[in-house]
Every structure is written in C-alpha cells, then in structure tokens.
C-alpha cells in the first residue's frame, strides 16, 4: 500500500523552527519529486515548496523563502521541510506530496493536480 506519513508538526513560539518529516512506505520515493503544501482554516491549499528527484533543485514560494528549506534522503524513504523564523501566519496543516516527472525550481509553480500521492497533513500552530 502507497503511503506517505507526516510528523514533525506541533504547537511554537513565533521565531522557533520546526523541522517536518515525510515518510513514504509501499513506494520508492526517489522515482517522485517531493511537494510540501499546506492549508490554513478558510484559505485553499498552498504549495510551499518541491525538491526534484536527483539533483536537489527546489522551488519556494515567495512567502517561505529564506526561512524553510526543503531536502530529501532517498535512502531513507523520507523527505524534509526545515522551517525557521515561524510566524503566526505559518499556522496551518501541512501536508507532504509525491509527484512523477516534475522538476522543480524557480521556474516551476507546483500545482495540487501535479501530485498523485498525498499524506493525512500535520498540525503547525504558531501562536504566544
């Protein structure tokens, strides 16, 4: 069964960082490239940022830029999203995804529809 688990999510300060985990199960994930989206209550869901499947390249939306960075073990089966500098308005549930034949970088603007494989999402609350 193709399965892809999140964790890493939870409630912080602003300024924390957080460091989201995808795990995929059932499927080699180093075929895919890695999405990160997420989705605050009212708002439609967001792609934040994409790693490609062998060469690192990324793309990052403007509003993270600078603050998370996306990576990838595929001998680990597992993505990363590594989020620095929180701010309230990164409170959302996060959500990792699995796409065939995409690249990713700064050209590429990653679309829900582009992503056939999703995860159940994690919970980031940022609040004081």
């Known amino acids: 069964q193709l399965q892809l688990v999140e964790s890493g999510g939870g409630l912080v300060q602003p300024g924390a960082s957080l460091r989201l985990y995808c795990a995929a199960s059932?499927?080699?994930?180093?075929?895919?490239?890695i999405g990160w989206f997420r989705q605050a209550p009212g708002k439609e869901r967001e792609a934040i940022s994409c790693?490609?499947?062998?060469?690192?390249?990324?793309y990052y939306a403007d509003s993270v830029k600078g603050r998370f960075t996306i990576s990838r073990d595929n001998a680990k089966n597992t993505g990363y999203l590594q989020m620095n500098s929180l701010k309230p308005e990164d409170t959302a549930v996060y959500y990792c995804a699995a796409g065939e034949a995409l690249y990713c970088d700064g050209d590429y603007s990653p679309s829900t529809a582009d992503f056939g494989h999703w995860g159940q999402g994690t919970q980031v609350t940022i609040s004081s």
């Open positions: 059932g499927f080699r994930l180093d075929y895919y490239a």
């Open positions: 790693i490609s499947r062998v060469d690192g390249a990324s």
